[in-house]
């Protein structure tokens, strides 16, 4: 049994790392690229949104360099992604291609514990699924927080080429850590090799939030490199968006801070009162966040026809008038032009520095 | 007070036990006019260009009673089936609509929005809830919701009954809203019936019937609707009865873009009889979807 999972960013570093503590062999896709997304969106349901299409062009990858298994951390919630699984298991069985597909579902560790357990891993016990567990997580939060670390020395370095190189660097170091002691080893190193980049602390860049479906943000090749587009036109990215954040969500720890998903629900609130799946109350309560915080601007990005990201597209243009902090919304999914999306992306930051200057203009003025 | 209810989406199955509930609580109850191209351009160029086609109608029915009432009454449906301890939702932007509404349309009146969770708690509950908000007398409210409930029930069943018609049977398999053949759904019961067909929905079965096949086949499926969609399709596979089965979806609907697919694959893995899957949007030609819809019955007739 070769298993595989299709790309959430760099979460492979960590699933994969998971699946060796439980003596799973595993196939990891190669990244992301516009050829998965093509063979992925010929077998995929016409309107469905952009991630299944990636995914469909991952797991067709995996499928070619032998991976015989298909795992899918679905959940199940009121957006589409909880079917994921059963939806690829039909078009992969249509085509004639005969693969397992284990649900494991996101929320409910004893059940993924029992299919794992069905699966029979050579390896698995109990021990060994929860170090598993751990080590996904030590990873997962090292992902994430060296991904913080490039986000926020992006705008500020003198050379960008020795962000990504320390940014790259870090990753491999994640990735080859083998127990929990050398994942807290590379966690710290990452620190200071970041540290050691020369900066320009005097800069005043743009701050821009970053909002959105959660795997459009967190996947490179699909959101169009933004966050490197806008570091490139000096502007400093945030978002609450990551694998780590996700993964204490679902597991009910994300609860202290003003940026955990609790309070951001809280804020949203008056704008959006239910949980409209997905990630609908995050994205309008991380928009009052910044606009309190006094960001210049946000970027919303969505796959087309995402349920979550229609509903708080709607709610996102009133926050935006009342407020009074310009959003940029993106829709995409496979058909989008990389060309069309960097004019809006440059028209966007353009107006974002004329109307600071003007701000600052009118505060020296009086 | 005056309250207005839209003439779309979940009217089209709720609409009856909604309107007695209000109006035997002593309130005026405005329905929305039926909808005409004007009143639903109006709701487009107050929403989003790529929400699906029903929350766009629904729009513009909110616009045009906007003006001419105290109050507009848009519940906010989050389950209809209780399912405990699974999940059990009807759409997000159903869930969100109410706040979707309120968000993109200045000048509102005041909106009812009850929040009606049957995963979570009894329907009952909330219409008393809701009830004591319209009319604080808790006997006028339980005998409401009572007269309520049997106005519906009997509207159903009145529908129900069919004309007995002779000719070939044909499943229709979508939601209520776009089987009512309101305008801008295209009226795809009255081009069946003038094609000679006889259309029948999935409520002919019993509904415990098909939540149960749609369990057994797809365990996690968590939408209500979607799952009384399955079900009703899996069940139509191999009855005898039916001559084929459409699928009717609307243009970037989430769950039918997952299930009306899933529905058309099972078909052709497992059913005896032929099935089709017909997208709908705004700009569906009402010529074009006669010709498939022909094409289909064609087909069938030419399988005897």
């Not at chain 1, 079917?83 to 291609?97: N, Q, S, T």
């Not at chain 1, 991904?147 to 926020?152: A, I, L, Q, V």
């Not at chain 1, 200071?192 to 005043?204: E, Q």
């Not at chain 1, 699909?222 to 945030?238: F, P, Y």
Request: aromatic content about 8%.
């Amino acid at each position: 049994m070769i298993i595989t999972f299709p790309h959430f960013g760099y979460a492979y570093i960590a699933f994969s790392a998971a699946a060796e503590s439980i003596g799973l062999e595993y196939v990891v896709p190669e990244k992301t690229g516009s050829r998965d997304i093509e063979e992925g969106s010929k077998l995929s349901p016409e309107t469905i949104c952009l991630p299944f299409k990636v995914n469909m062009g991952n797991i067709l990858n995996a499928i070619k360099r032998g991976a015989d298994t298909i795992t899918f951390a679905g959940g199940v919630g009121p957006c589409r992604f909880g079917y994921y699984g059963r939806g690829i298991e039909a078009i992969l069985r249509d085509r004639g291609i005969n693969v397992k597909v284990l649900h494991l579902n996101q929320r409910d560790i004893p059940d993924a514990y029992r299919v794992l357990k069905e699966a029979r891993c050579p390896k698995f016990s109990f021990i060994n699924f929860v170090r598993g567990f751990i080590i996904m997580w030590q990873k997962a939060k090292a992902i994430s927080q060296l991904e913080n670390m490039k986000r926020k020395s992006m705008p500020y370095a003198l050379r960008r080429s020795d962000v990504k190189r320390a940014f790259e660097a870090g990753l491999q170091r994640i990735d080859d850590a083998s127990s929990l002691r050398e994942v807290l080893r590379a966690r710290k190193e990452n620190r200071k090799s970041f540290g050691k980049i020369a900066k320009d602390a005097a800069k005043k860049p743009l701050k821009i939030g970053l909002i959105g479906e959660i795997f459009m943000i967190l996947e490179p090749h699909v959101n169009m490199g933004i966050e490197d587009k806008l570091a490139e036109m000096g502007a400093e990215v945030h978002t609450v968006f990551s694998l780590h954040k996700w993964m204490k969500y679902i597991f009910h720890v994300d609860l202290f801070g003003k940026r955990s998903f609790r309070n951001l629900s809280r804020l949203a609130g008056p704008y959006l009162s239910e949980n409209a799946g997905g990630e609908s109350r995050n994205n309008v309560g991380s928009a009052i966040l910044y606009a309190g915080e006094g960001y210049d601007g946000i970027i919303h990005m969505y796959p087309f026809t995402c349920m979550p990201g229609l509903v708080g597209h709607t709610v996102l243009n009133r926050v935006s008038r009342d407020l009074d902090i310009p959003i940029l919304h993106f829709s995409i999914d496979e058909h989008f032009s990389e060309v069309g999306f960097d004019t809006r992306l440059e028209a966007f930051v353009d107006m974002l520095k004329n109307r600071k200057e003007r701000q600052n203009a009118a505060l020296s003025g009086n | 007070m005056k309250i207005g209810i839209p003439r779309a989406l979940l009217w089209h199955k709720y609409g009856r036990l909604w309107e007695t509930f209000i109006s035997e609580l002593g309130h005026e109850v405005a329905i929305s006019n039926p909808g005409t191209r004007e009143t639903f351009e109006s709701g487009c160029a107050h929403c989003l260009d790529e929400i699906c086609l029903p929350i766009k109608s629904y729009y513009g029915h909110v616009l045009e009673l906007k003006g001419r009432v105290d109050a507009i009454f848009i519940p906010k449906v989050i389950s209809v089936e209780r399912r405990r301890p699974l999940k059990s939702f009807t759409c997000p932007k159903i869930i969100g609509l109410a706040d979707m509404i309120k968000a993109s349309i200045p000048g509102l009146p005041e909106i009812i929005s009850p929040r009606i969770d049957v995963n979570g708690e009894a329907e009952l509950l909330s219409f008393f809830k809701l009830g004591m908000r319209l009319n604080p007398n808790p006997v006028r409210v339980l005998r409401a919701y009572m007269k309520a409930v049997k106005a519906q029930r009997d509207h159903d069943a009145r529908s129900r009954q069919s004309e007995r018609l002779s000719g070939p049977k044909i499943g229709l398999i979508s939601h209520s809203y776009n089987l009512c053949g309101a305008y801008p759904t295209p009226d795809v019961v009255r081009i069946l019936r003038k094609l000679g067909a006889v259309p029948v929905t999935v409520d002919i079965y019993e509904r415990e019937e098909l939540l149960s096949s749609a369990d057994g086949q797809f365990p996690e499926l968590s939408w209500n609707y979607e799952r009384e969609m399955l079900g009703g399709a899996l069940r139509m596979f191999n009855d005898e009865d039916m001559a084929g089965g459409i699928v009717i979806s609307n243009f970037s609907c989430g769950p039918d873009s997952l299930i009306g697919d899933y529905i058309t694959r099972m078909a052709r893995r497992h059913s005896s009889i032929p099935f089709t899957l017909l997208t709908i949007d705004e700009h569906t030609a009402e010529a074009g979807l006669v010709t498939r819809i022909e094409a289909f019955l064609d087909m069938i007739e030419m399988r005897k």
